[in-house]
């Protein structure tokens, strides 16, 4: 009886290569090419694969490779880094980190860049790292329509609006997603009146937060796509050791990126609960020091009334 192997082999090269293989998406070709040595053999194109990478994130223009799709597609272990780390953990140089974003609704393309940040100024390395996409003074516009009820808008946004941001080391030539492809939240600020949507990464006790702002009264505007590093304790993380985060990251074990938005979310609420035990358990401490604090300025005063009124006394 023969085997799928064995139909496969009977199908001419040619079919396979332009017409079977060239409809498949990334994670699908990968799988097929574990079927079979010839299989294989085919799905290792690399012009299949810049294709493919062209097509699932535009702004890697210059395309790409099997390994790349593997290093983007893929997501990072959950305790791949530590919060600590200096830059000395830096076993090589890291100049230059591209960023590659692509922000999409509903399938549709509406952003695409691609941004290079120079990572060896005094002021990259002593400041909270912070990537900005968007200009302070533009906006990106989008066919998103906001509902009546800021609640469906942010529904709509929840469901339909997709993001990735791979960041690159062109130097050691790997790469990484730090989204979670849809928002882990989204909410209005009640301030501005702005509707926030929130992309995440987290890693052991710091969590990548990609922030995608939206503005407008009938249609919405993207107003700032930006990339910040934040620990559990509620500080933010500097250049110097977001470089070490990012270098794990990148250079980390990998998990099937499949389940990627059921498994960020996951891992985002999990990290806010235990930021909040975090807070909570500081304020308690807090607390019991002001009233220790109190209590010893009471007693304080106290003996000094009661040392006063004994020398009056005498």
């Known amino acids: ?135 302070a003074k533009d906006t990106v516009a989008t066919p998103i329509k906001r509902r009546t009820r800021t609640e469906d808008t942010c529904r709509d946004l929840e469901k339909d609006l997709t993001l990735s941001w791979i960041v690159i080391d062109p130097i050691g030539k790997r790469a990484a997603n730090l989204s979670s492809h849809r928002p882990v939240s989204v909410q209005r600020n009640w301030i501005s009146g702005e509707v926030e949507a929130q992309f995440a990464t987290v890693v052991d006790t710091v969590e990548c937060v990609i922030t995608v702002v939206t503005c407008g009264e009938e249609e919405l505007h993207v107003r700032e796509v930006s990339l910040k590093a934040e620990k559990m304790e509620g500080t933010h993380l500097n250049g110097r050791d977001s470089l070490v985060i990012l270098k794990r990251v990148m250079e980390g074990k990998r998990v099937n990126g499949r389940h990627r938005e059921v498994e960020s979310k996951r891992r985002h609420e999990e990290f806010m609960e235990k930021k909040r035990e975090m807070k909570e358990k500081k304020m308690r401490v807090e607390s019991v020091f002001d009233i220790l604090t109190v209590s010893f300025g009471i007693l304080g005063f106290v003996s000094l009334v009661v040392f006063c009124l004994r020398r009056t006394s005498t």
Request: hydrophobic fraction near 40%.
């Open 1 to 135: 009886m023969a085997t799928v192997t064995d139909l496969i082999s009977t199908v001419h090269q040619d079919i396979i290569e332009s017409h079977i293989l060239t409809r498949l998406d990334g994670a699908t070709l990968a799988s097929v090419s574990c079927v079979s040595s010839h299989l294989h053999h085919l799905a290792s194109n690399e012009i299949l694969w810049s294709k493919i990478c062209r097509s699932t994130w535009p702004s890697c223009s210059d395309g790409g490779s099997r390994s790349f799709f593997s290093d983007a597609y893929s997501m990072v272990e959950m305790e791949t880094t530590t919060a600590a780390g200096s830059v000395s953990d830096l076993d090589r140089p890291f100049p230059e980190l591209i960023s590659a974003v692509d922000l999409r609704y509903r399938g549709e393309l509406i952003l695409s860049r691609v941004v290079k940040t120079e990572t060896t100024t005094a002021w990259f390395q002593s400041s909270p790292l912070r990537i900005d996409l968007v200009d």
